[in-house]
Structures are given as structure tokens and as C-alpha cells.
T-cell receptor, first 112, second 114 residues
Framework: NAGVTQTPKFQVLKTGQSMTLQCAQDMNHNSMYWYRQDPGMGLRLIYYSASEGTTDKGEVPNGYNVSRLNKREFSLRLESAAPSQTSVYFCASSEKSGEKLFFGSGTQLSVL | AQSVTQLGSHVSVSEGALVLLRCNYS??????LFWYVQYPNQGLQLLLK??????LVKGINGFEAEFKKSETSFHLTKPSAHMSDAAEYFC????????????FGTGTRLKVLA
């Protein structure tokens, strides 16, 4: 049972570089989410997808884009990385909106 | 709009003492409320969930939470702390207002003293 799989687990970028964080779930969930976790700030919602084909901004969407590629996959793209985007990123999914979240193991991103 | 406020970023209790972690929510629609726990270097796991109905919700590992609409609170308690309870705890709210967002509080780190 893989659950929610995030890749990569660790990444170091230079300012201005781009990258895509990948997330896939094998639970046939409808809703998927991207969060960032910073010390003292909890988890902040970047983008979410309530169902396949839809995406919406969360609390901190600036500097990020997302793609709900299909029901399984929800990717997060940083077009031009900035040091302020140094964080731990979590992908999560739920069977439907408002239900229990299942989390991936996280991606630790450092932007130098 | 929905939001949650967790009072106390750090809480220390002695082993065997009562654990009380505070959460207040704001929601313009009937909320779903959750408590999650995060152990070091791991993702979050669900402790318990409130939807509608009973105000006292029982979760895993002996935790429970009481929903008080009049106080807009959803505090987490455990009668007797164990060393293994040391972790970070997050309150979260979700509710339909056009779409569902899922908003977390800033977290409370629980330390259990021997």
C-alpha cells in the first residue's frame, strides 16, 4: 500500500532555477492538496484540487503553479525559485473534500 | 472563510499528567474539525475528526476532543500523558464555502517530562 508518494525527498536549488514536485496517490481519491510547512507557521495551503480537472488557490499560491494531470497525480511547479520558498512541502489527498487527509512523506527543499 | 487558532506553540507536561491542547476555530459554514499529530521527520496522521452530532469525539491513542459551538473551540485532551505522546499537534478546519479548503493551525509542540 503506497498511499501518497512524493518525489523527490530532498532537493537543493539555486535562486532562479525551476523544478516540479511530483505527487501521486493510489487510493482513488478525488481531492488533492499541496502544503508547505515552516517552523512556527504550521502547514499553509498552497493549492488544492477538489476533483480531477479543477484547481484552486490556497493561502500562499504566489510563486507556484499546479497541474492535476489525472485523478492520481498532482504536481507543484516552482518557475523561478526564491530563498523564501525554502521549506518542507507536503502533498495530501482525501477521498472527497472535507474528509480525512492522507499525507506523503514530504519534500525538503532548500533554495540557495 | 475558515481559520484556526492554536493557543500555545509549546506545551510541557509531566508523564501521567493531563494533556490539554487548545484550538479555536472560525467558520462561516458548519465546519469539519480535525486534530492531526506529526512525529519527527514524518507526515501528519489523523487523531480524530468532528463532523456533526456528538460533541465529544474520541480518537486514537487515548485522545479526545470536545466541540463547543458557543465557544467556537475544539480542545484536545488526554487524561494521562505518555512519553510517546511527544510530538507536534495540529488543529484543522474544513467546510464548504464554494469549494473545500482545508486550513491548519500553527501547531503545538508537546513535550512530556519524565
Amino acid at each position: 500500500n503506497a498511499g501518497v508518494t512524493q518525489t523527490p525527498k530532498f532537493q537543493v536549488l539555486k535562486t532562479g532555477q525551476s523544478m516540479t514536485l511530483q505527487c501521486a496517490q493510489d487510493m482513488n481519491h478525488n481531492s488533492m492538496y499541496w502544503y508547505r510547512q515552516d517552523p512556527g507557521m504550521g502547514l499553509r495551503l498552497i493549492y488544492y484540487s477538489a476533483s480531477e480537472g479543477t484547481t484552486d488557490k490556497g493561502e500562499v499560491p504566489n510563486g507556484y503553479n499546479v497541474s492535476r494531470l489525472n485523478k492520481r497525480e498532482f504536481s507543484l511547479r516552482l518557475e523561478s525559485a526564491a530563498p523564501s520558498q525554502t521549506s518542507v512541502y507536503f502533498c495530501a489527498s482525501s477521498e472527497k473534500s472535507g474528509e480525512k487527509l492522507f499525507f506523503g512523506s514530504g519534500t525538503q527543499l532548500s533554495v540557495l | 472563510a475558515q481559520s484556526v487558532t492554536q493557543l500555545g506553540s509549546h506545551v510541557s507536561v509531566s508523564e501521567g499528567a493531563l494533556v490539554l491542547l487548545r484550538c479555536n476555530y472560525s467558520s462561516s459554514v458548519p465546519p469539519y474539525l480535525f486534530w492531526y499529530v506529526q512525529y519527527p521527520n514524518q507526515g501528519l496522521q489523523l487523531l480524530l475528526k468532528y463532523t456533526t452530532g456528538a460533541t465529544l469525539v474520541k480518537g486514537i491513542n487515548g485522545f479526545e476532543a470536545e466541540f463547543k459551538k458557543s465557544e467556537t473551540s475544539f480542545h484536545l485532551t488526554k487524561p494521562s500523558a505518555h512519553m510517546s505522546d511527544a510530538a507536534e499537534y495540529f488543529c484543522a478546519v474544513s467546510g464548504y464555502s464554494g469549494t473545500y479548503k482545508y486550513i491548519f493551525g500553527t501547531g503545538t509542540r508537546l513535550k512530556v517530562l519524565a
